[in-house]
């Protein structure tokens, strides 16, 4: 059988070549073009609050950035941002920008913490005994945080107040270990005390008053605030007023000093070193995203030029400097108490510094008064004094030598469901800086405690230079799309976190207040970005470091979808689509918020160092309820494309097999009289087609690799073996109808097999109505050609209506669910070749018809018709089945698609009409191919056997 297998394929080699052509077009595409059906699915969870509406639809993160508490359980926690400090490239911002129909894309680059000096004031007018010639006022410091729960002493701080004169030193960019005094004369000065007041004594000469701040290192990250202590000195005027300068109400050391001043009111200016989580933004897209600009109440808002600046003072330490927004209220809890008390017999001056310390803790006092000082109150106070110019002003600026850069939070779950913090991080002294590192502040008193979360560093390269961040204006949080009190999903990029007490014990330990972020950068809850800078200071900022943020600045891209105001369910399937667009262009972590749920959590947060007890906390968390995490699916859009290349594909070789038996119906009735049964012939036709599908089976192997990579599909070997059993079963499938029909032949019907005729039709009189009986009269195969040619057709008119008249997505409802359509280049090479194989088979119908009505064609001829007027006829019956193929597929393409978005817009109608004019064109180009073998017809040879 074999022999005759191969012998029969030989014989009729040019049959043989068309069908396992075909066969190899359809298997290979199949193949190949499937790889691109395994798509980023986002797979929808949970139940959706529809109410809600965040300022932005998608968020798109660094690839691994999902913590894994959010993959297993689907919730964010809130400001998740704190922990993430780049990942993402420009350049795939650039992409997610790109992507069509995103309307915003707001890009984020957290930096980490940056620590800032907030002045508290404390007045010492009342603890002053005007009787006294000479006195001492001792300030002891508790720092408060956490609702009062978390205390800690600091050293105290004492403020000289003599009647006697004081002379000032004039600090110089030149000064070394003298300095120039009010007096006019020069006075050396040691590192121990550093430049200070000098106390006139009744002889004429002068003491020093030390100020042991220059001792402590003052601005070395090594201290903590709290173990920074001063003696600063101020003169009581006979008036009763105060001599005083900057330096001595509390001013920084280095600050350039005015000189004296005269005050009503004696007041001590603390500082409390606050971190503040600073970020840089797209000014632009922030404004569209969020409205910064509009939210601006003071000063200016960021501009695209703002960057990196060169802001130092001529003789002192080089300085840059980045502008900055900062917030109109802190969002951070905290506080420091003071208790006064008067040293009537302490008398600093001349006293040097190893004894100094010892003499004063050793004076005996009286109780002098005492108070509370806010830091939010001192916050607002400071703002409320200007955004200054000069280079040593309070007000808002902050270092930027080195940021902490705390993580996520590591949680288990509990039996009960309830979270606890998993591990615990030691606090490190160095995080802001060691001695090899330039910071001029302290480190905050808080990061002593034990933290929640481990913290890293970014060091700025500093090149001997000072980096800082300066404030050009102020903006109010509630003024922000999407942001307020009211917001139940806790998703807004500067919402500041809070947690209420989850039991009758937690609740009495805060006071029946929730607990807000304090100032410890590893402390549980993190405080959202609030100092704002430009994102195009980045680069030149970390410029000459080997930070990886320098490659890939951007930690998180804010998009909002457009055309979506609100949530409904056509609205979540556009976003869906635009986050796997936005998903396979970047290969981040992408998550949609439209739609996200409230998800409350209960958190058992551990007892910290400084007093505060174990909490149990009720944290408003967020489950993202349209989508939340990406899953492999199978695109079945694109696989329905696919499955109709192989359908048309066995369409036309069905049709191709059935020209082959009839062109053997003569040789197959010989050997039917000769004694085959019918399964012995059924047998022979399925092997001849089974042999061309293993052999394009094998083939479409080595084709798959270099087709795949050359349309940027990945096949990977197992795909492609799946060539051999889809070649194969193509194969006997379209063979299997014309093997049987063959076989149940009766052996003279098949050697003088009968022409259809149309009794119904009218006698033609023109070529074009004589095509359309020629059509007529084998109605099946017509319908064959035309619906091979129509299923082309219809998918090409989708596709063309989705990337033209819909700009590249219909979201829709079909039979109750939504239902999106996006169209990739695989599906668009999937419904050309559609289109091509379903024209092929019209030719393959052509072709039969000629051969079928072959001895009518040679009758036309010998009684005089030309090649020319039988060319014509055939091309008139392949433009009558390409029509209706092509005007089929075209009205079922329109409607489905029209259908589904329920409108018929006048795009839509134009690209199926060119569809449709595309298709018949094609198949009356195709139709060319089969009219050439009228040529070679023999007409003698057929007149005569007839």
Not at 475 to 487: A, K
Not at 674 to 698: D, H, K, N, Q, T
Not at 812 to 821: H, P, R, S, Y
Not at 905 to 919: D, E, H, Q
Request: glycine content about 10%; proline content about 7%; hydrophobic content about 45%.
């Amino acid at each position: 059988m074999f022999r005759m297998v191969w012998g029969q394929l030989r014989g009729r080699a040019g049959r043989s070549v068309a069908l396992l052509v075909g066969v190899l077009v359809a298997t290979t595409g199949f193949v190949v073009l499937t790889g691109a059906t395994t798509t980023s699915r986002l797979e929808v969870t949970g139940a959706v609050e529809r109410e809600t509406r965040s300022a932005y639809d998608i968020l798109v993160r660094p690839t691994g950035a999902r913590t894994a508490l959010e993959a297993e359980h689907r919730l964010v926690r809130p400001n998740y941002l704190s922990g993430i400090y780049g990942g993402i490239t420009l350049q795939q911002y650039e992409r997610v920008r790109a992507v069509a129909g995103v309307e915003v894309a707001a890009p984020i680059a957290m930096l980490g913490h940056s620590t800032s000096r907030v002045p508290m004031s404390v007045d010492l007018t009342d603890a002053v005994d005007r009787s006294l010639d000479r006195q001492v006022i001792r300030i002891d410091r508790t720092y408060v945080a956490e609702r009062g729960l978390s205390t800690a002493p600091g050293r105290p701080e004492y403020v000289y107040v003599t009647r006697y004169p004081l002379i000032y030193p004039v600090i110089e960019p030149d000064t070394m270990d003298s300095a120039r005094y009010t007096d006019g004369r020069v006075h050396s000065w040691s590192d121990e005390c550093g430049a200070v007041p000098r106390e006139v004594q009744p002889d004429g000469s002068s003491r020093p008053v030390c100020d042991p701040r220059s001792a402590v290192v003052v601005g070395n990250p090594g201290w903590s605030e709290r173990e920074i202590w001063r003696v600063l000195t101020a003169r009581l005027l006979p008036d009763g007023r105060f001599e005083v300068t900057h330096r001595a109400l509390g001013a920084a050391v280095g600050a350039v000093d005015p000189g004296p001043t005269t005050v009503s009111r004696l007041a001590l200016e603390e500082t409390l070193t606050v971190p503040f989580l600073i970020a840089a933004v797209d000014p632009d897209a922030e404004q569209r995203l969020v409205g910064l600009a509009d939210a601006v109440v003071d000063g200016r808002p960021l501009n695209a030029a703002d960057t990196l600046t060169d802001t130092s003072i001529p003789g002192f330490v080089p300085d840059r400097s980045v502008p900055a927004l900062v917030p109109s209220r802190p969002f951070l809890d905290g506080a420091v108490r003071t208790r006064l008390t008067r040293l009537p017999t302490a008398r600093p001056a001349g006293l040097p510094p190893t004894v100094l310390d010892g003499a004063l803790r050793r004076a005996e006092g009286t109780p002098a008064g005492s108070a509370e000082i806010d830091l939010a109150e001192s916050y607002r106070g400071m703002l409320a004094a200007g955004l200054g110019d000069d280079a040593f002003d309070s007000c808002c600026r902050g270092q930027l030598q080195v940021l902490a850069q705390p993580g996520p939070v590591d949680y288990e779950r509990g039996a009960d469901g309830t979270l606890r913090i998993a591990r615990v991080s030691p606090p490190d002294p160095a995080v802001f800086g060691d001695r090899t590192e330039i910071n001029l502040l302290p480190r905050p008193w808080l990061s002593d405690d034990t933290g929640s979360r481990r913290v890293g560093r970014l060091v700025i390269p500093s090149d001997e230079a000072l980096h800082d961040w300066r404030a050009v204006g102020v903006f109010d949080p509630d003024r922000l799309t999407g942001f307020g009190e009211l917001s139940k999903v806790p998703l807004e990029t500067y919402e500041p976190p809070r947690a209420e007490g989850a039991d009758d014990r937690s609740r009495a330990a805060l006071g029946g207040r929730p607990l807000e972020p304090s100032g410890n950068p590893a402390g549980y809850l993190s405080a959202p970005p609030l100092v704002l800078t430009n994102l195009a200071s980045v680069p030149k900022l970390l410029e000459g470091g080997n930070s990886p943020q320098r490659g890939a600045p951007i930690s998180a891209i804010r998009v909002r979808v457009a055309g979506v105001d609100g949530y409904n369910e056509a609205a979540a399937e556009r976003v869906r689509l635009i986050a796997e667009q936005i998903n396979r262009a970047t290969g981040l972590d992408v998550d949609i918020t439209l739609g996200s749920s409230p998800a409350p959590q209960t958190v058992t947060l551990p007892a910290g160092e400084f007093g505060r007890p174990e909490l149990r906390l009720t944290e408003n968390w967020s489950a993202l309820g349209v989508a939340s995490t990406i899953v492999e699916a199978v695109d079945r859009k694109s696989a329905v494309l696919f499955l109709l290349v192989l359908v048309v594909c066995g369409l036309f070789l069905g049709n191709a097999v059935s020209a082959a038996v009839r062109d053997r119906r003569p040789e197959l009735a010989v050997l039917a009289c000769l004694g085959w049964p019918a399964r012995r012939i059924a047998a022979l036709i399925l092997g001849e087609v089974a042999l061309l599908g293993l052999v394009a089976g094998l083939l479409a192997i080595g084709l798959t690799g270099p087709l795949g990579a050359a349309l940027g599909i990945d096949v990977d070997w197992r795909r492609a073996l799946l060539a051999v059993p889809v070649a194969l079963l193509l194969a006997l499938v379209a063979g299997l109808t014309p093997a049987l029909r063959a076989a149940r032949a009766h052996p003279a019907a098949a050697l003088r097999p009968p022409v259809a005729t149309a009794g119904w039709v009218r006698r033609p009189r023109t070529l074009l109505s004589l095509a359309l009986v020629n059509l007529v009269r084998t109605p099946g195969r017509t319908l064959l050609g035309a619906g091979a040619l129509a299923i082309g057709v219809a998918a090409l008119t989708v596709v063309a209506a989705v990337s033209y008249a819909f700009h590249g997505a219909i979201v829709g409802n079909l039979l109750g669910d939504t239902v999106a359509l996006t169209v990739r280049g695989a599906d668009a090479l999937a419904a050309a070749a559609t289109v091509l194989l379903g024209a092929a088979a019209v030719a393959d119908v052509l072709y039969l018809n000629i051969r079928d009505r072959a001895t009518e064609l040679a009758a036309l001829r010998a009684t005089g018709w030309t090649d020319l007027e039988l060319g014509r006829l055939i091309g008139y019956e392949g433009l009558l089945l390409g029509t209706l193929g092509a005007l089929t597929g075209a009205a079922l393409g329109m409607t489905g698609a029209a259908w589904l978005v329920g409108d018929l817009p006048g795009a839509l109608i134009l690209v199926a009409g060119l569809t449709a004019a595309s298709g018949v064109l094609l198949t009356a180009t195709a139709a060319l191919a089969p009219a050439t073998l009228l040529r070679r017809l023999p007409t003698a040879r057929l007149l005569a056997e007839e």
